[in-house]
């Protein structure tokens, strides 16, 4: 199989509707997790340009760094902390219009601007966080939120299946 993905459409909600079954066919037989994070962070990059996606590992008490595409972050986030780790500690989707409106955001760059953040679950427990930042004021909303819980749920399978 060729390790590439291609896209035809410009509106987000085509693209993503682009992106999921490609995604899929990249890490359906790959068993290792950490590889297909790296794919999957390279293909949201790769469909949409957002300024940094990747996912935070729950280890422990803390969030640690994992694959990511973008410029270099901050490598831990204890529950409760910033957009991830309210995500982790709630359960639920933060989509953040301005980051500087949000108590606690933890800025890594000075150029994310808004932000949406998944959390990964494998049954009931939160075992990491998928985090894209944009460099532009609310560029997510409820299709992003809507999309994104699909990666959501395709990670979910990694997790589970990792070996
Ligand atoms: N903004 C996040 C921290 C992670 S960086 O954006 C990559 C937060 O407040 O959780």
Redesign the pocket.
Known sequence: MAESIAFHTTGRRDRYHELWPQLDALTRHEPDLIANLANATAAVKQAFGFF?V?F?LVRGPELVLGP?Q?PV??TR?AIG??????AWAEKRSICVED?DL?P??????SE?RS?V?VPILVGDTVVAIL?I?SDRLSDFGAVDVEELQKLAAMASGWFAGDR
């Not at 606690?104 to 760059?109: V, W």
């Open positions: 940094w990747g935070y990511f973008g972050a901050c986030i902390r910033g957009v991830c780790g309210t980051v949000f606690g955001h933890i800025a890594c760059s994310s932000e953040v985090d930042d």
